[in-house]
Every structure is written in structure tokens, then in C-alpha cells.
């Protein structure tokens, strides 16, 4: 077999990894300029991953970064090579059952809870996938009695035979416009999570928003809702979530994550858990005790009695809705980065009794502005900015949210580094504020 790994990030490295230890001849094809790492691999960067139409290949495997669109994809179709993505590579070498993860927002909080929830009831487990261990990594270095696979939409683009034992779609909304047609797209991509699932697999799912049954008949089906509690399922309450399954009823309350978008992630992930083995007080016990994730309304610190909180993991206008619902106090929310295509000014009716004045930063913080007509909104270069700025229209008792809403990529390589600026501006700010 002759592989072609388009993309050189984690998940091409980890497919070129696997390839060299089965000694199979492998080809990288990168446009940028990462290092070439190993003499027994072919790389083409630049300029040079034009050399990718001078030959043939009967697989080429794409990375998640690769918009489908891409011409060596479709050059690589009109040839007749099987094109897939990182996720079913990994598939078709994985060697036990896979809980795989989607969703617009929520996915890690989501697969971190699964893999708590499953290794304290005894199991042999790991996270992987797109929170940035990759699934092929993983899949070819341990005996274990499951992975738990976070899986985004650029991840399902490619999949073909890829059949999680359960699949988990925790919501949709609208993001990533900018690499798909429309919403409706990105919706059929997300709903691919259930395409090969037959009747020895589970399905979790929103059943208010999806009539699986249409979806994909054939699976046995965990819902959780908001409106009921299903016969085997969840229903999610303002103060927690209630569990029914196998005829037994529990609830899961006082837990230490908070907001109705963290109980629809502890009712996803108990679900999950429980259908794979899981002792269902130690799934009780786990939710209750796992505490926010970094950059996920993450409690920085105060000033003067102004509460900041973290929130970079924030990418889109959903997960911005999510972070303001979480508190019933005086918000003075820190929106930008770069734009992904949604208008801010959807979020215009949802903030204008809910937020004090907004602070827009970053590349695209002119058009975010423009955009939030009708809401008082101030503009800052960068993050520094963005905290001074917030901080001079706070009073005792207010919320400085830094949700941003847009991609990192802008100022940052990614939204953890984001955060961590903040975290540091922040301590920054409060010393200076101080006079410490």
C-alpha cells in the first residue's frame, strides 16, 4: 500500500507514525513549512506539495485542517484513491470499542466527564481525538477497554466506515460558516456521527431537537431532554439532571459546574457511560465533583469586588449565550478575535438586557462593532486593552466575562494560548490596579 498524509499537524503525525512502524512507505504533503522529522518518509512542503499530482497513491489520509474542497482532494478523487480523513484511519486500526463525541459546543467538558466517569468504575480508558491527543496515537498504543474520541465536523467530513459503539451529539448551532456552504451543511456533517451505527450500538442525543429514528433507526437510543424523562435517559433541570435507566431513577445535583450547558454534558456524558458498564453512584459521584475546565468559565480572580472569569474556549456565538446564562449578576462581557462568518448581530436581542456594555478587541473588532448595533460596545486593540477597558465600567458585585466568540486566530495560535494571556494580563493589571 502507498499512503499520502495530507497536512503535517498532530493527526498527520500520528498517521505517519503508525505508518513507519508497520513499514508501510508513506508521503507528506504540507503547503507550509514544518520539519521534516524522519529520513524514511518522502515530505513535500511549500511549494513543493505541488509534486502531489506526479503520482499515485491508494490512500490518501487528510488531515482536519484540509478544507474538503482542497484541489488534491479532488485530484486525488478524479484518480480513484480512496480519500479519508485522520479519524477513520484510526478507526480501521483501533482494536476495542469507541465512544466518539460531537457537538458544537461542550465536546471536551464532555469526553473529559466519559473518561472520568468510566475509569473510576474500573475500565481501561483514554481521551483522545481533536482535544488534541490524536485517535490514531492512541488507538495504536495501549490495550484499552475503550477511547473516548472528542470528533469535530472537520473530522466526520472524511469518515467512511468509522462506527462508534456510542455517539454522542450533544447540540448544534451555528459556527465555522466560513468552510461551509451553510448551516443546514454543517448539520448533515455533524449527523454523520450516527451514519454506520447499527442495532449492537447506542446513540445519545438531544430527542427535543432530533427524531433519531429518522437519523438512524437501527441504534439504541439514551436521549436526554428538557421537556421529559425518557424511559432509559436524561432529563436536564435547572439544578442538575435525573437519570433513568434500566428502571432505575437517580438525580445528580450540586454539582460544580454550573449552567444548563453543563448539565446537558453531565446528562450526555452519564448516558455514555452508563450504556458502556459504568457503576451508575460512581457516574453520580463523578459529576458531581468535576470541576470547570481551563478556559471554560474558569474563575480568574477580583478586583475591588469585580469577579473575572476565562472563558477563551468561546468560539462562537452559542457558547457566548451559554457563558452569560451562568450568571445572574451585572456582566460586562469581552467579545472579538477573528470573525468566523455568523453576524454578531444575532447576539444584539439576547444581550441587551443581559450585559452592562461590551468590549470588542482584536483584528475583527471594527466589524464585531458594527454588528452589535443597539448594544453600548467599546473597542481595545488587544486583551490588555480589553481588561482596562471592561474594568473602568464595572461596579462591586459586577462580571467581567471574557467570552470572545471568535477564533483565536487572529492574535493567538490557539484559545488555550488566549486564555493564558488573559490570565496573565489580568494578574498583570491587578498588581499594577493594587499597587503591588
Not at 478507526?91 to 470499542?97: A, D, G, N
Not at 456533517?189 to 447506542?202: A, C, H, P, R, S
Not at 441587551?352 to 483584528?363: A, I, L, Y
Request: glycine share 8%.
Amino acid at each position: 500500500m502507498k499512503f499520502a498524509v495530507i497536512g503535517y499537524g498532530k493527526s498527520g503525525k500520528a498517521v505517519v507514525d503508525y505508518l513507519l512502524k508497520q513499514g508501510e512507505p508513506c508521503y507528506v504533503f504540507d503547503e507550509g513549512n514544518p520539519e521534516a522529522e524522519n529520513r524514511e518518509v518522502h515530505y513535500f512542503f511549500g511549494d513543493e506539495a505541488k509534486n502531489f499530482y506526479k503520482f499515485r497513491f491508494d490512500t490518501v489520509v487528510v488531515s482536519p485542517g484540509i478544507r474538503y474542497n482542497h484541489p488534491f482532494i479532488g485530484y486525488a478523487l478524479s484518480c480513484k484513491e480512496r480519500v479519508i480523513g485522520e479519524i477513520e484511519f484510526g478507526y480501521e486500526v483501533v482494536r476495542c470499542p469507541i465512544i466518539a463525541i460531537t457537538g458544537t459546543n461542550g465536546k471536551t467538558t464532555c469526553t473529559h466527564l466519559v473518561e472520568r466517569m468510566l475509569s473510576s468504575s474500573g475500565f481501561k480508558v483514554k481521551a483522545c481525538g481533536n482535544m488534541g491527543f490524536p485517535f490514531t496515537a492512541a488507538a495504536g498504543e495501549g490495550d484499552w477497554d475503550f477511547l473516548v474520541v472528542e470528533v469535530s465536523s472537520f473530522q466526520l467530513e472524511f469518515i467512511d466506515r468509522f462506527k462508534p459503539y456510542v455517539a454522542v451529539l450533544l447540540n448544534v448551532s451555528k459556527d465555522h460558516l466560513y468552510r461551509y456552504s451553510s448551516f443546514e451543511e454543517y448539520k448533515r456533517v455533524k449527523l454523520k456521527i450516527f451514519t454506520n451505527q447499527d442495532e449492537g450500538d447506542y446513540s445519545v442525543f438531544n430527542c427535543d431537537v432530533y427524531d433519531m429514528e429518522r437519523v438512524n433507526p437501527l441504534s439504541r437510543k439514551l436521549p436526554f431532554s428538557y421537556r421529559c424523562l425518557p424511559t432509559d435517559g436524561a432529563q436536564i433541570k435547572k439544578d442538575g439532571v435525573i437519570l433513568s435507566i434500566n428502571g432505575d431513577k437517580i438525580k445528580i445535583d450540586h454539582t460544580k459546574l454550573s449552567g444548563g450547558h453543563n448539565m446537558e454534558n453531565i446528562a450526555a456524558a452519564s448516558c455514555a457511560s452508563l450504556a458502556c458498564g459504568a457503576n451508575i453512584n460512581t457516574v453520580k459521584e463523578v459529576a458531581m465533583a468535576t470541576e470547570t475546565l481551563e478556559h471554560r468559565l474558569e474563575y480568574v480572580g477580583e478586583i475591588d469586588g469585580v469577579r473575572f472569569y476565562n472563558d477563551s474556549k468561546s468560539t462562537n456565538l452559542d457558547a457566548v449565550k451559554n457563558a452569560v446564562m451562568a450568571f445572574d449578576k451585572p456582566i460586562i462581557l469581552i467579545l472579538g478575535g477573528k470573525h468566523k462568518g455568523v453576524s454578531f448581530a444575532e447576539l444584539v436581542p439576547f444581550l441587551k438586557d443581559r450585559v452592562k456594555v461590551v468590549v470588542v478587541f482584536g483584528e475583527d473588532r471594527k466589524r464585531i462593532e458594527r454588528e452589535l448595533k443597539g448594544i453600548a460596545a467599546v473597542p481595545a486593540v488587544d486583551v490588555a486593552g480589553a481588561i482596562s477597558g471592561a474594568f473602568a465600567f464595572a461596579a462591586k458585585g459586577d462580571i467581567v466575562l471574557f467570552s470572545p466568540g471568535g477564533s483565536s486566530f487572529d492574535q493567538y495560535e490557539s484559545f488555550e494560548e488566549r486564555g493564558r494571556d488573559f490570565k496573565r494580563k489580568f494578574v498583570r493589571f491587578k498588581k499594577k490596579y493594587e499597587g503591588v
